[in-house]
């Protein structure tokens, strides 16, 4: 029969092992440890029902209520267990809210089955602790401006390949940062799960000895998921490098990116913010959109973008430029790297 310890945070972090969410599917769905699979013990509806027991009736009674509840599930949970253990002999590492009941009781359901399990003492509290203080840290930051439709987030990307530390504000919310930011994009995760993801990359970014992290320059609220405040501030004061294309090129890449969608989610987007684009400009874009006049709907987003970013830029306290007119994405990351501005500073 398989055995199961109890560790620290740093030990379950670097022990090797699927890890496994006992907690519920709602808990799970708030934020969870990025890369974990989700094998809860109870359903929501059952988590209550215990929650509410201890409340009324004490510990025993709701342990009671618990063995009851998960006892016809148990064959199915042992079966889920061992498809995670993927009949490896390295421990599965199981967490649950506080690291108590639900955790010690799947860590010993896997023992039966001989799976050696770990079990994270202070559960998913002491990684949500692990995680907020990623960004009370400081961090090698480099800020990418530049106006709408520039292909920031796709050289980040790009350099990313040639070894630069990067991370994908837009990518780990699941958008792009405007009103129009989440067309053709999965849903967004809740903010507690982005400041889980983004303390992983800052952490992985670390451990390789990233020199620079280069993150794209956002306004605090990316979609609905926001940046968190610490790693916020520090954005706004860390240099930015500004690049610059033509207004021909920008609004050929805003055209290539959006035309493809629903003209009826380009009006809503376009309508959410028709207080801040005032009455003519709204109407001549829902007239461009209705007509698929790509470029005159896009003409009239880039007017008032651009504003906002040129505010925005103001408050920079170093700001480099670089002109990329007429590269391409791949040749736009070399000559970054050539020409000094960008420094890949990875150990590999």
């Known amino acids: 029969m398989g055995n199961s310890i109890v560790t620290g945070l740093e030990c379950f972090r670097t022990a090797a092992g699927t890890i496994v969410d006992v907690r519920t599917p709602s808990e799970f769905a708030q934020g969870h440890w990025p890369g974990a699979v989700n094998i809860p013990l109870f359903t929501d509806d059952q988590r209550h029902q215990v929650g509410l027991t201890y409340k009324q009736q004490g510990r025993l009674d709701a342990i009671e209520l618990g063995l009851k509840l998960c006892g016809p599930a148990l064959a199915e949970l042992s079966t889920a267990l061992t498809h995670?253990?993927?009949?490896?002999?390295?421990?599965?590492?199981?967490?649950?809210?506080?690291?108590g009941m639900r955790s010690n009781s799947m860590a010993w359901l896997a023992g039966l089955s001989d799976h050696p399990a770990m079990v994270l003492d202070g559960g998913y509290?002491?990684?949500?602790?692990?995680?907020?203080?990623?960004?009370?840290?400081?961090?090698?930051?480099?800020?990418?401006?530049?106006?709408?439709?520039?292909?920031?987030?796709?050289?980040?990307?790009?350099?990313?390949?040639?070894?630069?530390?990067?991370?994908?504000?837009?990518?780990?919310?699941?958008?792009?940062?405007?009103?129009?930011?989440?067309?053709?994009?999965?849903?967004?995760?809740?903010s507690e799960h982005y400041e889980n993801k983004l303390a992983e990359c800052l952490e992985a970014l670390r451990q390789r000895g990233a020199e620079q992290i280069w993150l794209e320059a956002e306004s605090i609220q990316v979609g609905r998921c926001r940046i968190p405040k610490?790693?916020?501030?520090?954005m706004q004061s860390s240099p930015v490098l500004e690049i610059q294309r033509s207004d021909r090129e920008r609004v050929d890449r805003l055209v290539e990116?959006?035309?493809?969608?629903?003209?009826?989610?380009?009006?809503e987007a376009t309508e959410r913010i028709q207080k801040r684009?005032?009455?003519?400009?709204?109407?001549?874009?829902l007239e461009?959109?209705?007509?698929?006049?790509?470029?005159?709907?896009?003409?009239?987003?880039?007017?008032?973008?651009?504003?906002?970013?040129?505010?925005?830029?103001?408050?920079s306290p170093a700001r480099a430029t670089v002109n990329l007119e007429g590269l391409d994405t791949l040749q736009s990351a070399r000559q970054l790297l050539d020409l000094g501005h960008v420094n890949p500073g990875i150990s590999n």
């Not at 959109?289 to 970013?309: F, G, R």
């Open 257 to 267: 990116v959006y035309s493809c969608h629903q003209k009826t989610e380009l009006k």
């Open 125 to 190: 509290k002491s990684y949500r602790r692990w995680v907020l203080k990623r960004f009370e840290q400081a961090w090698p930051l480099r800020v990418l401006g530049g106006r709408t439709g520039t292909g920031k987030t796709d050289l980040l990307l790009e350099l990313n390949r040639q070894g630069v530390g990067v991370i994908d504000l837009e990518g780990l919310a699941n958008h792009r940062g405007s009103s129009f930011g989440n067309l053709g994009l999965p849903p967004q995760p809740t």
């Open 230 to 234: 610490g790693l916020f501030d520090q």
């Open 277 to 285: 684009l005032g009455p003519q400009r709204t109407r001549q874009a």
């Open 288 to 315: 461009a959109i209705e007509a698929e006049n790509w470029e005159v709907a896009c003409q009239a987003m880039l007017d008032y973008y651009d504003s906002c970013y040129d505010r925005e830029l103001e408050r």
């Open 84 to 99: 995670a253990a993927s009949g490896a002999s390295r421990p599965l590492r199981i967490y649950c809210w506080r690291g």
